[in-house]
Structure formats: structure tokens, C-alpha cells
């Protein structure tokens, strides 16, 4: 008896390896339990190619609709697989094309087992990192001055008014200038999306960022962080989570010290640097989900590693891999857990709950891919390739859910 899902998940098919993986995980865990309707997008990257792309942008706005998504990797193009694939161009990053349509934002979170101690000693629970992917130094111009001269901003408004001049150095030799900028908007969506994350996780929020001395551009930011804050302050209330604003050098002294179980929203530089300290202070990209939240609220799950060209090279000469596909189940029973909890089903959430239990489970039992051997404590003495993994976690799955229904026999499934 299989648990009917009320409305449809966007589900977006990717490349290589994952590919693989991705069809594994839907046939072995997924597809057996759930009467669920998929609204199917291959983001492939043939079929983008024959598409000329618009098969991404119908995959976003499928997202928007149904509220919920779930991708797998896919290769974003660069010369070599132009040639590789004979594509008519490089086309655009699948992720930064759904990024731009759905506005959204992204939260990385590390997936934890008892077996893998993080690098630091207090961190129990996830810590989140949310990125503002727009503007700063991203989309900063400068450039180098040979000598003596004057650097000044300067702003011309619109229609009337006269230019604002503001001078920025007196160069009396060589040296460098940057202009940067962000906007109120992307801010605000950026804030939106870090507030609808940590209401949808229950976990606290904290914002960093350095307006000591930004007294301007940083203060902007924790402004209207503040503001959001407090229109949100009853949501935040009822969900028994709160807002706190540090400056960027606390947030880094607290957060080694601190237990885990927060939303960390960095700007954009910080984002891209601390990202890659948790990630790394966590244990490995296999085990690393990641989910883009629009401002109003529609969720695309996906694991954050890529399509592991490698693994798949070996796979298509026949050889056997050993692909962590923890991160890719997670992107599912993320998406599942999520349009569960937006059709008040709550045994859809049940299941995505016992989905994740069963592949912990079996994690901490011993049972991993090549690429958690050496983390692990103790040390496994072998591991699985990339279909048995998963056979094995569908194994734990069904004994799981067999479990379930003796302690609800009333209910059809869960
Ligand atoms: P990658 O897929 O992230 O893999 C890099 C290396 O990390 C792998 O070769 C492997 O190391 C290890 N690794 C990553 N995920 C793993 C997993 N699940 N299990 C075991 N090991 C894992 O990066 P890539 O191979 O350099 O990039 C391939 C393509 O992915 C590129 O075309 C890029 O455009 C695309 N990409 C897509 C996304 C996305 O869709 N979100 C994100 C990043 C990259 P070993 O080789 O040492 O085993
Ligand atoms: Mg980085």
C-alpha cells in the first residue's frame, strides 16, 4: 500500500553520476513507497542543448507552481564539454538560471551521523550556512592607478539633480580602487528567504556583518535585517526561535564554541569563504545537502556536491564505483518532508523522516561508500559501491516501515 502525496513535487533530472544515483534512488526508495506525481524536467544537459535551454526555465517555473523541487547535479558547460558533448553553446549555469527566476536563495546543511566527529568538538546539530548570492565584491569593478591623483565615487541621479562626490583616496603613488554596490531589493529578498528558511527549519538566525566599520553599506544590511526581524516577530515567536545580529569577528569566535542547530546568513564574501570552512569542518560533499528558498517561499532541494565526472568515467568503462548518494536522498526526502508539511500530510513527513532514519542507520552501522572510510570512527573495514549502498538503505527502509505499520496497523501506511 503505497502513501498517496496530495500535490505534485517538480522533480529536475541532471548528468553524469548523479544521474546514475538518481535513477537508483527513485526506483529503490522512493517510487516503491509514494503514490506521488512527478513533474518531470531533464535538465540533462542534452536536452537543455536541444531545447536551447528552455527546458530550465519551464523546470523554474514549475518550482514556482507546485512550491516544491527536487534536482539533481548537472554540469554547468565550460569549452571542454562543449566538445565533450557537442553542444551549440556553453549555456548558463542550471542553478544560477533558477536562482535568477525564482530569486531565491541558498542554504547549505551539513547531514550528520554519530560515527563522523566534526572537526570541532561542540558541534552537535547543523549549522546552515545561507549565502546572499548578489552584489559586493561579485559584482564589484576596480582597477590600478600608476601614480599620483585623486579616486573619487561619484553618483549621478536619474533626471534632475546634481552628481553626489565623495573622494575616496588622495593617491600620491601607485596603488588600487574598487566600487561596489548591492540593492535594497536583493537585500530584502536575501533577508525574506533567511527568514522563511529558519521559520520552515525552527532554528535560530544569525546575522553577521561588520557596520562598525561599514557605518553605510554593512549598516544597510543589518537594517533591514532588523526591520524583517521585526515584522516577522510573531512568526518567530510562535515557532520559539529568534534573531540575533553579531558582528562578523563574534560570529566566528561563538560559532567554534557553539553546539550547532543555527542559520548562519552571511553576505556575499563571507557566504563563499565560511560555506567552505562548515562544509570541510563537517566531513565530506557527500554528505552536504542544499536547498534554494525564493522570498515567497517555494523550495528546491539538491545535493550541493556535483555530477562526479570522475566516478562516472570509471562507471561507463564498466568499472565499479563507490558514489555517496546520501546527499541526493536527502535532496529527496527534503522535497518530500517539505510538500508533506505544505499538504498537512503528516504521514509523507513520517515517511521522508524514516527515509533519512533508514540511511543513517545503516551509516552508523558500518555500512558507507568509499568516500566516509577514512572519516568514520572506528574505521569500517570495507565499503559498499554506489548500488549496493542504496540497496541497502531500501533494505533498512522496507524493515522500517514494516515496523511503522505494526505500531499503526489503523492507519493505510504509516
Ligand atoms: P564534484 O561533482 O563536486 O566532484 C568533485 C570530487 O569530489 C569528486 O571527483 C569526488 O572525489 C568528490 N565527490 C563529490 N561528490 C561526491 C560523492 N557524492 N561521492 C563521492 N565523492 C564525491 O565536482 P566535479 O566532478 O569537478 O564537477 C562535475 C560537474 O559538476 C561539473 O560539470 C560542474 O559544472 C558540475 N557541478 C554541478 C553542481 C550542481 O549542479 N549543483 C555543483 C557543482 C558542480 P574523488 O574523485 O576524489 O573520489
Ligand atoms: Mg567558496
Not at 558533448?85 to 535568477?100: F, M
Not at 562548515?278 to 534554494?292: E, K, W
Request: charged letters at 25%; aromatic letters at 8%; proline letters at 5%.
Amino acid at each position: 500500500m503505497k502513501i498517496p502525496v496530495k500535490n505534485p513535487i517538480a522533480e529536475l533530472d541532471g548528468d553524469e553520476m548523479t544521474r546514475v544515483i538518481w535513477a537508483f534512488i527513485k526506483d529503490k526508495l522512493i517510487l516503491p513507497h509514494l503514490d506521488i506525481e512527478l513533474d518531470y524536467y531533464d535538465l540533462g544537459i542534452k536536452e537543455r542543448d536541444r531545447t536551447d535551454d528552455a527546458v530550465t526555465v519551464a523546470a523554474a517555473k514549475a518550482i514556482a507552481r507546485v512550491g516544491v523541487g527536487v534536482k539533481c547535479a548537472t554540469i554547468t558547460p565550460d569549452a571542454d564539454r562543449v566538445g565533450e558533448y557537442g553542444l551549440k553553446k556553453a549555456w548558463p549555469s542550471p542553478n544560477g538560471t533558477l536562482r535568477g527566476i525564482l530569486d531565491g536563495t541558498v542554504f547549505r546543511k551539513p547531514i550528520l551521523v554519530r560515527n563522523i566527529k566534526p572537526a570541532v568538538r561542540s558541534w552537535e546539530k547543523p549549522i546552515v550556512i545561507g549565502r546572499h548570492a548578489y552584489g559586493d565584491l561579485y559584482k564589484a569593478v576596480d582597477f590600478a592607478v600608476h601614480g599620483a591623483g585623486l579616486a573619487e565615487l561619484v553618483f549621478t541621479p536619474a533626471g534632475t539633480g546634481s552628481p553626489t562626490r565623495l573622494a575616496i583616496h588622495e593617491f600620491s603613488g601607485p596603488g588600487v580602487i574598487m566600487g561596489m554596490h548591492n540593492t535594497d531589493a536583493s537585500i530584502l529578498s536575501f533577508a525574506k528567504a533567511c527568514f522563511a528558511y529558519a521559520l520552515s527549519e525552527r532554528i535560530d538566525i544569525w546575522f553577521a556583518a561588520k557596520d562598525t566599520i561599514s557605518k553605510t553599506y554593512h549598516a544597510r544590511f543589518k537594517d533591514i535585517f532588523a526591520a524583517e526581524a521585526a515584522r516577522r516577530e510573531g512568526a518567530l515567536r510562535a515557532a520559539g526561535i529568534s534573531y540575533r545580529y553579531l558582528l562578523i569577528d563574534d560570529a566566528v569566535a561563538q560559532v567554534m564554541k557553539h553546539p550547532g542547530g543555527i542559520l548562519w546568513a552571511c553576505t556575499n564574501y563571507d557566504g563563499d569563504v565560511f560555506s567552505d570552512m562548515i562544509a570541510s569542518g563537517f566531513g565530506s560533499l557527500g554528505m552536504m545537502t542544499s536547498v534554494l528558498v525564493s522570498p515567497d517561499g517555494a523550495f528546491e532541494y539538491e545535493a550541493a556536491h556535483g555530477t562526479v565526472r570522475r566516478h562516472y568515467y570509471e562507471h561507463l568503462k564498466g568499472n565499479p564505483t563507490s558514489t555517496n548518494s546520501v546527499a541526493s536522498i536527502f535532496a529527496w526526502s527534503g522535497a518530500i518532508r517539505k510538500r508533506g508539511e505544505l499538504d498537512a500530510t503528516p504521514e509523507v513527513v513520517r515517511f521522508a523522516d524514516e527515509l533519512e532514519r533508514a540511511v543513517i542507520g545503516i551509516i552508523e552501522a558500518g555500512i558507507v561508500t568509499k568516500d566516509l572510510v577514512a572519516l568514520i570512527e572506528p574505521r569500517p573495514s570495507g565499503y559498499e559501491d554506489t548500488e549496493l549502498f542504496i540497496d541497502k538503505a531500501a533494505a533498512e527502509l522496507d524493515r522500517a516501515l514494516a515496523r511503522a505499520l505494526e505500531r499503526h496497523p489503523a492507519s493505510s501506511s504509516l
